[in-house]
């Protein structure tokens, strides 16, 4: 039994199913900690490249881990921002390239579990909204709220396409599309920690629903789960 005063909240799913918005929202909604745990995958990734190490070198990858100073601090939008040794990473970790990165850094065992006791450490508490891939499954299994949100492959490309054509990036929606696809099969597929919904998550499908509805549909699950 665990005797967390507010509860953890659990948000899984591939890629582009909305859980970014929905987290955020969610989580300034019930005044939560939201905590992106794909954007630590994906710092890895970066650091990693940048020191020249292979994304294929598991052992390597998680000696690396290991040493990596990896934080969160909240952004003047209320989106968190990921800070790396020391220095504010969050816009160079949010390109396909990177992407591509954290979901093959992702599937090591020994980058998964140096990235363990942080996530744990982060939630434990609770009041925490933490979104990822494993989290329902394997970081905390016993979250009072368990959500996968999913949606059809071409919805999450169309939404990923429109967030960077947002952020004033050049995008291919065919391309995004096979890549998501691609990265769903990696990250469901892989030996460790797959991607799948937790026996006891409720499964959302955003694909004809607007995120606003989703955050709706969260705020009142929350709150029934927590009594309030
Ligand atoms: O959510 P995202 O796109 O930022 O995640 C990037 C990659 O990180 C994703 O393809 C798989 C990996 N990931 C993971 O394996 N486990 C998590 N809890 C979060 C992300």
């Known amino acids: 039994m665990t005797t967390r005063a507010r509860p953890v909240v659990a948000i899984d799913g591939p890629a582009g199913a909305g859980k970014s918005t929905c987290a955020l929202r ?55 921002l990921l800070f790396v040794d020391g220095v504010d990473r969050s816009g160079d970790i949010r390109t396909q390239e990177i992407a591509r990165g954290a979901s093959t850094v992702s599937k090591h065992p020994e980058v998964r579990a140096a990235l363990l006791g942080l ?53 291919d929606l065919a391309k995004i599309v096979s890549e998501i696809a691609e990265r769903d099969a990696q990250d469901a597929g892989r030996a460790v920690a797959p991607l799948r919904p937790a026996d006891d998550a409720i499964v959302l499908d955003s694909s004809a629903l607007q995120l606003e509805r989703v955050v709706e549909q969260l705020v009142a699950l929350v709150r029934q789960r927590s009594g309030g």
Do not use: C, M, N
């Open 26 to 80: 969610l989580a300034q909604a019930l005044g939560f900690v939201l905590v992106d745990t794909g954007a630590l995958y994906r710092g890895v990734a970066l650091s990693a490249q940048e020191r020249g190490l292979e994304w294929t070198d598991g052992p390597a990858l998680g000696e690396h881990t290991r040493t990596l100073d990896l934080r969160f601090e909240t952004g003047v939008d209320g989106a968190p």
């Open 119 to 171: 996530q744990r450490r982060l939630g434990e508490d609770g009041g925490v909204v933490l979104e990822g891939r494993d989290i329902g499954t394997v970081v905390f299994p016993d979250a009072e709220v368990k959500v996968f949100l999913t949606a059809g492959v071409e919805v999450r490309g169309k939404r990923r396409y429109d967030e960077l054509r947002a952020r004033g990036q050049d995008a």
